[in-house]
């Protein structure tokens, strides 16, 4: 039995429509409402599992109003509208809809929506059930064990940060006076988390007991939202403790949430990030799953003892001299501990088990090829292949031959029979580096492949069933690929069902000296020279650096500098030379765009300015200076689609 559908729409006919399409696709249609008041009432009386919603309804209330009440209720929606005005888009996004169809539309276009649309929230519910039962035992443990408070609170601290990132937490009983209890956690520059009593962090901070008195006074209604840069400084203006604190600090951003205990005692959680946009709605949705776990901490640990919050004071310590050691903390054999990297450590230990496609995004050089390694290590599949494949070193007309193989005479110079990289991976998993750079030919077959688990070879009329899984990963930012037309919406939405982004090196500072450690180590094994560390000052000069190429580029500074040393410590750090401007450099990684892209790129662009139009005064073939029989058929040669052009 296919599920229950509510369609939120004024226009009779088109929800009429809409209702006859769903309900031939085997969908039950509960209901159809023209306005919020009336949906708010059929959800009550008929439960759906999904909702299809406009944005533009009868009343004063839009979809983007109701899709708000709806992610509440955890009631999964895709909105259906004319509406394409740019800033409207933006609103319905940070609503985050499991899709969004222009009108008109296609039967086949909303049947595909769906499917994709219920393939990710069944992969979403599987993923996020585990993560809020892990905070709440977290805290039970926790709160068990025998340690002080104040260890104790650290502990809670290291753990949230995989589900919000903060550099400061502050829990503040509403309306408290000073000696009341509100208690600071606070992350210093060595990544360690310091308890601070409301005393000591006014010492910190050097404001006066006085000042902190009069501040109180000020209006503190912060509500349960999100405060990032500009909103973030109109916040502070408000209160003025929260501008010395954010000054000191250099807190940019702010998450608000209240609790509200048994008790009937609000407590106030203010999340404080350096960061400029840190905060967004998944993360106050995710603070409101994860409610009772808060409860539990403040019952639980922060009340469990009256004893005076010790005071702890910040110092900024200058790092001592690192020396290399052999063994390294490491999540199978990934070097770090940030509490960025250890949300990743999380998702892959969610994510390793399962069968699911996994797309890790980030920035050249931040180990997108290790978490691979490891989500397959970690898997069912350990004992078959990782087959790896580098998508943008393919040339551009072998691809399809070398993924899905090919028959003997498929193609000039095809001598032989080849089995492809999915048939070699067949029972393992499959990596698809650089998936951005998979033409859209390659990617309609990949599809296939996710979607059927069959492959076609090259030349063949036969298709083979596969059981490969794909681990998928890219530099890119996919989703500006599928606005240019370059990446197929369709495979996006498949890929991205488990999506892991890795933080580049600069995000996570903290890590820098135990990797760098870590390559010390690993290159003095290979050299005869006496290198026993990093003295503290080259370690600033990294801790400094901004790190471009990130892990990559830390290992292969680590390797050049200890050919350089001279004595029993690496003393001076030459950090590489950024290319001038006007130096061309083809990076590693980088792949040549061949012609026939770029002129697709081209083509596509200028087809985009002029609204699709070929013909005619202003038409893309006038602009292009070419026949327009000629611009035809390039655009039929590469693939060029009318819907890449809206
Ligand atoms: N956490 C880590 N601990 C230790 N070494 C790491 C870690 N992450 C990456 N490395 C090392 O850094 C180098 C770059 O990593 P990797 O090739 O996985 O990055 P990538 O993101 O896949 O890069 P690209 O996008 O260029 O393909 C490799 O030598 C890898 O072994």
Redesign the pocket.
């Known amino acids: 039995m296919k599920e229950n559908i509510l369609i939120v729409e004024d226009e009779f006919i088109v929800a009429n429509d809409l209702r006859i399409m769903l309900q031939k696709a085997g969908y039950k249609v509960c209901g159809i409402a023209p306005s919020v008041a009336k949906a708010i009432d059929l959800i009550k009386a008929k439960n759906p599992d999904w909702v299809l919603l406009d944005i533009f309804l009868q009343g004063t209330k839009t979809g983007i109003d109701l899709a708000n009440q709806l992610s509440e209720m955890g009631i999964p929606f895709i909105y259906i509208s004319a509406n394409t005005n740019q800033a409207i888009l933006e609103a319905a996004k940070a609503t985050e809809p499991y899709g969004f169809l222009v009108k008109p539309f296609r039967e086949k276009d909303l049947v595909v929506m769906l499917d994709i649309a219920l393939y990710r929230h069944q992969q979403s519910r599987k993923f996020n059930q585990p993560k809020e039962a892990t905070l709440r035992e977290q805290i039970e443990q926790i709160a068990a064990k025998t340690d002080s408070k104040d260890e104790k609170l650290k502990q809670v601290a290291t753990a949230l940060q995989s589900i919000i990132p903060f550099n400061c937490l502050n829990i503040n009983k509403n309306e408290a006076s000073i000696e009341s209890e509100q208690v600071y956690l606070i992350k210093n520059t060595l990544n360690i988390f310091q308890v601070l009593s409301l005393n000591a962090a006014l010492d910190v901070t050097g404001v006066s007991h006085r000042n902190y008195r009069s501040w109180r006074s000020s209006p503190q209604d912060t509500g349960n939202q999100f405060y990032n840069n500009f909103e973030f400084r109109r916040l502070k203006m408000d209160s003025l403790w929260l501008k010395a604190l954010s000054d000191h600090y250099k807190y940019q951003s702010a998450l608000c949430y209240d609790i509200r205990l048994e008790s009937g005692y609000v407590y106030k959680l203010t999340f404080l990030s350096t960061g400029l946009d840190s905060y967004n709605k998944l993360q106050l949705d995710l603070l409101q799953k994860n409610a009772p776990a808060f409860n539990q901490l403040i019952s639980d640990i922060l009340l469990k003892n009256d004893a005076e919050v010790k005071q702890v004071r910040t110092a900024r310590v200058s790092p001592a001299p690192v020396a290399a050691v052999s063994t390294h903390q490491?999540f199978n054999?990934?070097?770090?501990e940030s509490p960025l990297l250890k949300a990743v450590f999380n998702k892959i230990n969610i994510v390793a088990p399962d069968e699911t496609s996994v797309l890790i995004m980030?920035e050249?050089?931040?180990?997108?090829?290790?978490i691979a390694q490891t989500i397959h290590k970690l898997s069912p599949r350990k004992n078959k292949l990782l087959v790896t494949v580098n998508c943008a070193a393919l040339p551009i007309n072998l691809i399809e031959s070398e993924l899905f193989g090919h028959e003997k005479g498929a193609f000039t110079g095809a001598t032989e029979k080849r089995t492809g990289k999915f048939e070699q991976a067949d029972g393992g998993t499959i990596f698809l580096?650089?998936i951005g750079e998979l033409p859209l030919e390659a990617q309609v077959k990949l599809l296939r492949v996710l979607q059927e688990k069959e492959i076609e070879r090259l030349g063949g009329n036969y298709t083979k069933k596969v059981n490969v899984r794909i681990i998928a990963?890219t530099?890119r930012n996919l989703e500006k690929e599928v606005a240019e037309g370059r990446f197929r919406l369709d495979l996006y939405y498949r890929l991205n069902v488990f999506p892991i982004e890795?933080p580049s090196l600069r995000q996570r500072k903290e890590d820098i000296p135990i990797?760098a450690n870590?390559f010390l180590d690993r290159f003095i094994k290979k050299t005869n020279k006496n290198v026993t560390g990093i003295s503290g000052e080259a370690m600033l000069t990294l801790m400094d650096y901004d790190w471009p190429g990130n892990?990559?580029e830390l290992?292969h500074l680590i390797e050049r500098s200890i050919l350089m040393a001279t004595g029993d410590f690496i003393e001076n750090i030459e950090m590489a030379k950024l290319p001038s401007a006007g130096t061309f450099q083809v990076q590693?990684?980088y792949r040549v765009r061949t012609m026939e892209e770029m002129e697709r790129e081209h083509i596509l662009e200028i087809l985009k300015l002029c609204k699709g139009k070929i013909y005619g005064e202003g038409g893309a073939a006038e602009m292009l200076n070419i026949p327009s029989t000629t611009l035809n058929s390039k655009i039929k040669k590469l693939g060029i689609k009318y819907e890449y052009v809206k």
């Open positions: 490491s054999g990934i070097i770090g980030g050249s050089g931040t180990g997108k090829e290790r580096d650089e990963a530099n890795l990797l870590y892990i990559r290992e590693e990684g």
